[in-house]
Structure formats: structure tokens, C-alpha cells
């Protein structure tokens, strides 16, 4: 008997799932054991790990976390839609390659290496300061390291290219025949794209914001590094309890509660789209 064809592409996709539910199998069976100081072992059925979470030091750690993601979300919207207008609209394509490289390049780069370049460009005497004191603005360094300023910085530069990608793709499917309709009729070109252009590209800036957002959350090295210790996010609290404290079941915890929140927050998101699809616009 022949196999289908799509059987040779459907495998290799379902052991991947099939080991992503095993990992995530072990750490929620984590999640509800004891903790023993001074074993790694740990101890027997507990709901102790979710009760401390309630602690507001824990609670306060995951408010300010969907904060700073809520931020980078929209912060990396307002910077990535331009460029993905342009890169979507430009007729050159010299112009298109090098915005494409501008925004996507980045992507490429692991996590870390773009912290590290964040570093030398916000330090005392990295180039921020340095231009602003080259030019008389500033007397002494303003401190953007290891601060939230410079987290949410960075965060937004790892986040953008996702962002771009995602609002290009919407406005790639915009009828430009509906723009030119409303420019036939009078329109300007702010009032073309305030009425026509934003509102038919709703859906890539809802599904833009969902992905920032989720894209933040799961940041380690960007807070980490940037922050310096003094802006924490659920991802090195996580790191924090399971690497120095070896507390494993209450890492085990707050990752499957992170998970959760971003599955709820993802699910808020998502109702935002139904008056779009009410009107059409999805």
C-alpha cells in the first residue's frame, strides 16, 4: 500500500509535538511536588508551590512583567509599522531590500549578541551618552543601564522584526483599489490612510501586539544582562529559583503559571478580533 505523501511531512511535526507535551508533562508534574532544602529530590504531592506565588514579592514580579511585555508589545508596534508600510509600499527595490535587511536582520542574530551590542550603546560611555555629552547636552552620563528604560529599549529592538513581519503580511493584502477610491473622492493622503489604510490593517496589528507580547514574555537574556538584577521578570525569577536556589518545583511553578497567563492574555487578544470580523475587516 502507498503511504500518503504528506506523511513524510506530518512525522517529523508530530514527534516534535509529541516531545514538547512530554517536557511540558514533566514540568507540571514538577509543579505539584515539595520542595526539600538541601535535596534535589523533591518531596510529595503539594499545592504549596502555587500558594507562594500569592506572595505580592512573586505577585509583583509577574504584574510588572505583563507590563513590560504590554509596552514592548506596543512600543515595537508604533516603530514597526512605517517600516513595514514602506517595505511593503516601495517601488524601488533597492529602497524594499534595504528596509527588508533593516528590519528582519536582526532576527538572525541570537538574543544574546544584540544584548551585549544594547550594552555598548546605553553604557556610561557607550554611544547615547557619548553623543549627548559631545554635543553639550549633558554634563554626565544619564544612567540607561540597568535600568527598565533600557530593558524595554532592548526589548523592543528583539521584538521588532516579529512585529514587522506581521503587519507586513496584513498590509500586503490591503486592495490598493480601495485607496485609490478614496483618494478619487477627495480624500488626502492622511484621512486615505486613517480611514482605509489602519482600519484594513486592524488584524496585523492585533496579531502583531499578540505576538510581541508572547515574544516578550519568554525574553531571558535581554532582561537579564540589561537590567543587571534590578528589573525582574518571571524568566529569571524562573532561572533564579531553579539554577541558584534549586528549588525545581517551585521554577516548575511559576513557569506553568506564566504559560498560563500568556495563554489568557493570547485568548484576550484574540477577543479584540471579533468586532473586526463582525464588520469584515477579518
Not at 78 to 93: D, E, F, S, T
Not at 103 to 121: C, D, H, K, M, N
Not at 192 to 219: D, E, H, N, Q
Request: glycine share 8%; proline share 6%; aromatic share 12%.
Amino acid at each position: 500500500m502507498r503511504r500518503p505523501f504528506l506523511f513524510w511531512f506530518i512525522s517529523p511535526a508530530a514527534l516534535v509535538a509529541a516531545g514538547f507535551l512530554l517536557a511540558m508533562a514533566a514540568v507540571l508534574q514538577y509543579a505539584f511536588l515539595a520542595f526539600i532544602p538541601g535535596e534535589l529530590q523533591p518531596g510529595g504531592f503539594t499545592l504549596q508551590n502555587f500558594r507562594e506565588m500569592m506572595k505580592p514579592l512573586y505577585a509583583g514580579v509577574f504584574f510588572d512583567t505583563v507590563k513590560l511585555c504590554f509596552l514592548t508589545a506596543v512600543l515595537a508596534l508604533l516603530a514597526g509599522y512605517p517600516l513595514a508600510l514602506a517595505l511593503v509600499r516601495a517601488r524601488n527595490p533597492y529602497v524594499k531590500s534595504a528596509i527588508l535587511i533593516i528590519s528582519v536582520t536582526p532576527l538572525f542574530l541570537g538574543e544574546v549578541i544584540r544584548t551585549y551590542a544594547w550594552i555598548i550603546v546605553l553604557g556610561n560611555r557607550g554611544f547615547v551618552n557619548g553623543s549627548l555629552m559631545a554635543l553639550g547636552l549633558i554634563d554626565a552620563p544619564i544612567p540607561l543601564l540597568f535600568t527598565r528604560l533600557g530593558v524595554v529599549v532592548a526589548l523592543v529592538h528583539v521584538t521588532l522584526p516579529v512585529v514587522v513581519i506581521m503587519l507586513a503580511a496584513a498590509i500586503a493584502h490591503i486592495d490598493r483599489d480601495l485607496e485609490r477610491a478614496a483618494a478619487a473622492l477627495g480624500a488626502r493622503p492622511l484621512r486615505v490612510f486613517w480611514t482605509v489604510t489602519l482600519p484594513l490593517s486592524m488584524p496585523g496589528i492585533i496579531a502583531g501586539l499578540t505576538t510581541g507580547f508572547a515574544w516578550t514574555f519568554s525574553a531571558f537574556a535581554t532582561p537579564q544582562l540589561i537590567g543587571g538584577g534590578r528589573v525582574n521578570m518571571v524568566s529569571n525569577l524562573v532561572y533564579s529559583l531553579g539554577f541558584a536556589s534549586f528549588n525545581f518545583p517551585f521554577a516548575a511553578a511559576l513557569s506553568v503559571a506564566g504559560l498560563v497567563l500568556t495563554a489568557v492574555a493570547l485568548a484576550g487578544f484574540r477577543l479584540l478580533l471579533r468586532p473586526l470580523h463582525k464588520v469584515g475587516l477579518t
